[in-house]
């Protein structure tokens, strides 16, 4: 029979969880910036070329427009 040695009720063992699920937040959080940039050039590929004019954007530049903070 094994003994753990581990004390898993000290500050840092929660710590570590809450450091831990905090990181994994922030991973998913940002894995989905992509999608949300994806789904935004298509929604403004499906606009009319006035529709993008009105709202400043040239039709060749939605991919730059839409992954702005990428390039």
Not at 7 to 15: K, L, M, T, V
Request: proline share 3%.
């Amino acid at each position: 029979m094994a003994i753990l040695s581990e004390d898993f009720s000290g500050p840092s063992f929660f710590a570590n969880a809450i450091k831990s699920i905090g990181n994994a937040l922030v991973a998913m959080g940002n894995a989905s910036q992509p999608a949300k940039c994806a789904a935004l050039a298509e929604r403004l590929q499906a606009k009319s070329d006035e529709e993008l004019a009105e709202l400043g954007i040239a039709r060749d530049e939605i991919v730059r427009y839409a992954f702005a903070r990428y390039m």
